[in-house]
Structures are given as structure tokens and as C-alpha cells.
């Protein structure tokens, strides 16, 4: 076994000394395009921003580590009377009211990227995300968990200059609420249920549009 791993490690050596691994660190930022999955809100425009650094193995492969800040949640729109309809509409005109949901994330993203033809790119990984912030407790819906783990997926388009352009969809693999908003309860012989179902779980999911400039080393 140990005579296997010490072979792997030579094998990785060799190959990252032959591929000439180059680093380019970089910026990136954009719009996210965010909703809860199985809610009643709906999607939420805001942005994200942070920085990269693609370890690039072969011309058509890098590892591509992000630290990113992204502000992501939903949007829930209804009117002053639909909220409480026994309202004097003389008094409580019908009258718009917007929530915004907010989850601010700090998230570690670790993308694999694929470069074909002239500059056209494919990127898949996981992304890490801690939450930094959120509003959930004043709209009454308890405090969301502190980490997501996330699988990212896209496309982009590099140009020769270090400017590229890319869309991700973001998809949240971990319950908001780690289900501690279902209700549970025991049976008379002291059994445990849990009443949520697939269709109660509520996960985080963002488009991105995002913009990146990658410095070139010397």
C-alpha cells in the first residue's frame, strides 16, 4: 500500500513537472439570480464578487480555487390586503410589499476547468459556503443553517486578454433549514417521526453572470 501511494505521488510529480503548471490569479464578480427551491418566493436579483486562482496543469485543464462573497435569497411580493383582508381598504389601501430574503454566503469554490477551441470553457466543482448574514428573523422564519455545500456547473468564453465571461447555474445540496422547520413528534411508544417529505426540502439555487479578469505571471 504504501509503495502504491509513493508511486502515485512520484506519478503526480512527474506529470505537474512535464505539464508546466502556470498560476494565474484573478477577479471575478457579477449578477446572481437566486430563489428557494419548493417556496412560495420568488427569484431574487443581487451580486457577487471575490477572486481566483486558476493552477493551470495543461492547456486545456486547470484547477481553479474561488473565494467569493454572494448575496443570495428570494423575493416573496404580495399585497397590503392579501396579508390581512378584514383591513378598511379606505385606510389599508392595495398597496404593493415586497420581502427580500437575504443569505450571504462566503464560499469556497473548487472548479475544474475545461478549455476547448479558442476560448470556450466548461467549469464543474463544489463550492463550501458558510453563511455570513441573513434577515430570516424578521420575517419570522427562524435561523437558516451556517454552511451549504453546493455543486456549481457552466459555461464560459476566455479572451486572449485575460477578460472572459461566464454562466453557472448554482445548485444548494443541503436543506436551508437542516429540516428543523418540519414538525416532529412521537408516537405513544415513544417512537421519533419526521413528517417532511423530497417536496418540503428547500435548497438554495442561483443563476450567475458573472465577469473575471486573470493576471498573467511572468
Avoid at 502504491?4 to 506519478?11: D, G, K
Avoid at 434577515?135 to 422564519?141: A, H, K, R, V
Avoid at 456547473?153 to 477578460?163: H, T
Avoid at 418540519?182 to 426540502?201: K, L, M, P, R, V
Wanted: hydrophobic share 40%; net charge neutral.
Amino acid at each position: 500500500m504504501k509503495k502504491t501511494l509513493l508511486l502515485c505521488c512520484l506519478a503526480f510529480v512527474a506529470f505537474a513537472a512535464n505539464a508546466q503548471v502556470s498560476i494565474q490569479p484573478g477577479v471575478r464578480g457579477g449578477i446572481n439570480f437566486s430563489k428557494l427551491t419548493n417556496s412560495d418566493a420568488d427569484m431574487k436579483t443581487d451580486f457577487f464578487i471575490g477572486g481566483s486562482l486558476a493552477i493551470k496543469f495543461t492547456k486545456f485543464y486547470a484547477l481553479q480555487p474561488e473565494l467569493t462573497y454572494s448575496r443570495q435569497g428570494a423575493k416573496a411580493s404580495f399585497y397590503y390586503n392579501e396579508l390581512s383582508p378584514s383591513f378598511d381598504p379606505v385606510f389599508y389601501p392595495n398597496r404593493k410589499v415586497e420581502n427580500r430574503y437575504s443569505l450571504d454566503y462566503l464560499s469556497l469554490g473548487i472548479i475544474n476547468k475545461f478549455t476547448f477551441g479558442p476560448g470556450f470553457q466548461v467549469m464543474v466543482g463544489p463550492s463550501f459556503d458558510f453563511k455570513v448574514a441573513d434577515n430570516f428573523d424578521s420575517y419570522g422564519y427562524g435561523n437558516p443553517q451556517d454552511f451549504d455545500l453546493s455543486l456549481v456547473a457552466g459555461i464560459g468564453f476566455a479572451l486572449k486578454n485575460g477578460l472572459a465571461f461566464d454562466l453557472r447555474l448554482k445548485q444548494g445540496l443541503v436543506d436551508i433549514y437542516g429540516y428543523d422547520r418540519f414538525n416532529t413528534y412521537y408516537d405513544q411508544n415513544g417512537n421519533y417521526y419526521n413528517n417532511y417529505s423530497a417536496d418540503d426540502i428547500v435548497l438554495n439555487q442561483v443563476i450567475q453572470v458573472g465577469v473575471s479578469y486573470s493576471f498573467k505571471m511572468k
